[in-house]
């Protein structure tokens, strides 16, 4: 968590101007605004507010604020053509090659210093501003799902692609298409405004969010995120905060939304075999029939979180998604195996939860004269956005978003490898609508869907966001 100091230039030496004494209690009674609407204590958003009281509004920081406005409408034509041309040929996690040269190009073309390859097809480039300052991270994801699209545009994607070593379609079905033409489209509304920048931004695309097309988790290999911290990515120069936004389809285009505290679920994986022993089917007792076995099991899962898991203190889902046995009606089979998803927002109930997991199946196992072999692999942490840095950006969100506009998300049991970058520094993680206005969005093709769905006028709401964000949180550093 980061304290900011008052900005010495807005203080002369008889102490704060009426302007600037009244900009602070605005700033103060919009840090309270942000406390009821985003859960953060009022104390600590009035102690957030008075650590840079005029630092977002004084009228330097106003003309930064007017003028990403104006560059960011001056590009939006080339932000949806980056979109519908990345989202027209979309590749799976560390595949991303051809979207990766795309990215580097535009970047080395805004005179960044640009690395290429990181955690295999990651493009990092570092903007250095004109004055000293913070170092800010912003972050999109690039890769896209084996999904076959069913939407009805010009650029569909007809692409298709190798996953686990079977041709699949593939498509821009979570949105991660608009991620990294926002991202561009930031990145170049930043560099125009380069030698004003008090600080540095660090523009990270990464591959295999959703993750890898070539390999499954196994608990050993690293990717996407992860990988791309333990290459360096978060340092030199290092990072002091960490932004990034995911398109959702659970709100209006232009809508923006964000909540301080769990936002997203930890999501982990596990595997369960049953060991039978096959006989006929007409004769049960002369063998161990791993079918009901595993079946019990399936059950006995289910009370983990209903009779088990103290969800009083977070929700926690416990998915068992698929379950393989037998070939034959007639044959007691010799093994059956099932495999499922965790989903928590405390690590501590997390830890439990994997306990609980392999003393359901292994002692049902047990009972039935035989074994099961559990594993359960950590794939990504919840999303957790620091109070006080929620506080402390809130006002600009709702700015940008405009009133009406923004609100609370609940929290998502979706994942996120953000959540990685969140434990190297402090950052927030907001949602960003596109959905057409006017359509139910509880009603609008989900995320991950085949007819998933963009209205790409939201898209320039997240360029504004993340261009205030960096810019304000820079401000208030001073």
């Known amino acids: 968590m980061h304290a900011f100091p008052f900005s010495h230039a807005l203080v002369r030496s008889h102490g704060p101007s009426l302007a600037l004494r009244r ?241 997203m679920a930890a999501a982990d994986q596990f595997w369960i075999d049953v060991q039978g022993k096959q006989t006929h089917g007409a004769r049960p007792w002369q063998g161990i029939d791993p079918i009901v076995t595993g079946s019990q099991i399936v059950l006995g899962l289910q009370t983990i979180i209903s009779r088990q898991a103290n969800i009083g203190l977070e929700p926690a889902v416990v998915t068992v998604g698929t379950f393989h046995a037998g070939n034959r009606m007639n044959i007691v089979p010799d093994a059956a195996s099932m495999t499922g998803t965790v989903r928590t927002y405390d690590e501590g109930m997390k830890k439990d939860i994997h306990r609980r997991i392999h003393t359901t ?38 700015r940008v978003a405009g009133k009406g506009n923004y609100g609370v998300m609940p929290k998502a049991t979706g994942s996120e490898d953000f959540s990685f970058y969140q434990q190297e520094a402090p950052g927030l993680f907001i949602n960003l609508g596109v959905t057409p206005k006017g359509q139910d969005p509880a009603k609008a093709a989900p995320n991950h869907s085949p007819n998933f769905y963009v209205d790409e006028s939201g898209l320039i709401f997240g360029v504004r966001a993340l261009a205030h964000l960096t810019v304000d949180y820079m401000l208030a550093a001073k």
């Open 361 to 398: 199946a292994t002692h049902i196992a047990e009972s039935a004269g035989t074994t099961a072999k559990v594993k359960v692999v950590e794939l990504y942490n919840a999303v957790v956005n620091p109070p006080d840095l929620t506080a402390q950006m809130a006002p600009t969100l709702q």
């Open 23 to 263: 900009s602070a209690v605005a700033v103060a009674a919009t840090a309270l605004l942000a406390a009821s609407l985003w859960g953060v204590a009022p104390s600590q958003a009035q102690a957030q507010a008075a650590a840079s009281p005029a630092a977002t509004s004084s009228p330097a920081a106003l003309a930064l604020q007017s003028q990403i406005d104006e560059r960011a409408k001056a590009i939006e034509s080339k932000l949806i053509a980056w979109r519908r041309d990345i989202h027209q040929h979309p590749e799976m996690g560390n595949l991303e090659t051809r979207t990766a040269a795309l990215v580097a190009e535009h970047l080395r073309k805004l005179g960044m210093e640009v690395k290429t390859g990181v955690a295999v097809t990651g493009v990092v480039g570092l903007l250095k501003g004109g004055q000293p300052g913070p170092v800010v991270a912003l972050r999109a994801d690039m890769d896209a799902l084996p999904v076959k699209e069913n939407v009805d545009i010009p650029f569909a994607s007809k692409a298709k692609g190798i996953y686990l070593g079977k041709e699949v379609d593939v498509m821009h079905a979570c949105g991660h298409d608009t991620h990294v033409a926002i991202l561009m489209a930031t990145a170049e509304v930043l560099a125009g405004m380069q030698q004003q920048l008090p600080g540095s931004v660090k523009f990270i695309f990464q591959p295999a969010e959703e993750t890898p097309a070539t390999f499954e988790p196994d608990g050993e290999k690293i990717w996407g995120a992860k990988q791309m911290i333990k290459e360096g990515v978060m340092q030199n120069p290092k990072v002091d905060a960490v932004f990034g936004l995911h398109a959702s389809s659970a709100y209006p285009a232009g809508w923006i939304a964000w909540r301080a505290g769990p936002a």
